[in-house]
């Protein structure tokens, strides 16, 4: 089977999962705990019926009405049925509704029953004292044989539907990231063409582009799973000078012509001129997959531009430390409370401040960043910065030889 059916497969058994818990459980209840349930409360109604019978041979007085043999109702009114003179101990010991026969029984009616209790003694053991109770006794097998399976057999259904929908929501966005690769990809392969000899970072632009569709076809072909990241030595510097041409006229209109400053370590701020640091460059390399460092770098300095540089400078400071080589970008705009940092890398979470903003977007920026650095052994991290604004801080594994 395809490694993509496998996993939907795998999927629709997890959403599937709880409704067959619930089924089993309901199967189990219905097999085993119901008939106790049923026989408690017959015992429960016999109980009650035999409680009531005794009380009436004790203080005959309390019944509804008194029969005596040869002489019909001798007391009170009979509202349930004919009493004549003439019955025999059979017609008042109903085999479906005595206990024990010689003694006491009871006749069902709607919403209770008719208890009777045989006197005691010479002169009353030919008497019967009834009286009306509201003694009931529920239909627990009817209610859960009906009703039970009716549950079980909707929530199967409603489950069948679910996974159906689920099956069908993941065919429909393969089919549309399929399309959109093979659509990108034609165009991508003509501008590798087109790019003029001298026009470097074009190239490498071009090529990045192609690795990102060929990455959703990869996506695609690993059934909905993304592929384990390459792990090379990748140069930072040399990936942030890359991410940084896309945004660098953006980034200079926004700052007057200026570029965003770079720190190398503890040392001075040294600023971008035409696209190249001044002065030596040190050496910051990591391990992990350089498509997937410089799109999370594509991330940040996208992110600065748009919510940050309209309030304030942004800072970015490459440094090493306990084994990592990370990059930090700071800014001084707005930033976040303590819950919205805390939910920062949340997909499809927005900050209030972002939203007030009026800047479009998804939430899924930070969260498929994050992705990616945690993947390559790393981490994207956020704190606050001073006095206002924040701190974003990528961290991956040091190569050795780095800095």
């Known amino acids: 089977m395809h490694g993509g059916n496998w996993r939907l497969l795998r999927s629709v058994a997890a959403l599937s999962l709880p409704t067959v818990v619930v089924v089993a459980l309901g199967v189990r209840f219905l097999v085993e705990d119901v008939p106790v349930i049923v026989r408690d409360e017959k015992t429960r109604v016999l109980t009650a019926t035999e ?17 005596e043999r040869g002489r ?26 005595t206990k024990r026969r010689d003694m006491w029984g009871w006749r069902a009616f709607d919403g209770g029953r008719l208890v009777w209790a045989r006197g005691v003694g010479e002169k009353d053991g030919e008497t019967v004292y009834a009286r009306w109770t509201d003694i009931e ?47 990108l990809t034609t165009p991508l392969v003509g501008m590798r063409y087109s790019i003029g000899r001298n026009d ?23 059934g909905g799973k993304r592929p384990k990241p390459q792990r090379e030595e990748v140069d930072l510097v040399k990936c942030y000078k890359e991410a940084y041409a896309l945004f ?31 002065g030596p460059v040190p050496n910051f390399v990591a391990v992990g ?6 799109q999370i770098l594509w991330n940040l300095i996208g992110n600065d531009l ?32 303590k819950r919205e940092m805390a939910r920062a890398f949340d997909r499809y979470y927005r900050a209030k401040t972002v939203l007030e903003s009026g800047k479009g977007g998804f939430g899924i920026g930070l969260c498929t960043a994050r992705e990616f650095a945690r993947a390559m052994g790393g981490d994207l991290s956020v704190r606050a910065n001073s006095p ?6 990528l961290s991956l594994p040091a190569a050795k030889g780095g800095r």
């Open 72 to 97: 019909g109702i001798v007391r009170g009114t009979a509202q349930f049925g004919d009493y004549p003179a003439d019955m025999s101990w059979k017609d008042w010991n109903p085999e479906s509704g």
């Open 137 to 183: 006794e529920r239909d627990y097998a009817f209610m859960f044989y009906l009703f039970g399976p009716m549950f079980l057999i909707v929530l199967v259904g409603i489950t069948f539907l679910g996974a159906r929908f689920f099956v069908d929501y993941v065919r429909s966005r393969d089919d549309f990231l399929a399309a959109t690769a093979h659509d």
């Open 51 to 67: 409680r009531a019978a005794k009380a009436m041979r004790e203080e005959p007085l309390s019944a509804d009405f008194a029969w």
């Open 248 to 278: 660098r006229e953006d980034v200079r209109d926004a700052t007057d012509g200026a570029d965003i400053p770079v720190e190398m370590g503890t040392g001075p701020t040294e600023p971008l001129k035409n696209g190249t640091f001044a």
């Open 289 to 294: 997959d350089e498509t997937l460092v410089v």
């Open 388 to 393: 206002h604004g924040c701190i974003f801080t």
């Open 200 to 222: 470097e970072e074009a190239k490498v632009l071009n090529e990045r582009m192609i690795r990102l569709v060929t990455n959703i076809k990869d996506f695609l072909r690993l």
């Open 306 to 337: 748009k919510y940050a540089l309209p309030f304030g400078p942004v800072r970015v400071r490459f440094f090493c430390e306990g084994g990592f080589a990370c990059v930090e970008f700071a800014d001084e705009g707005k930033g976040m409370s």
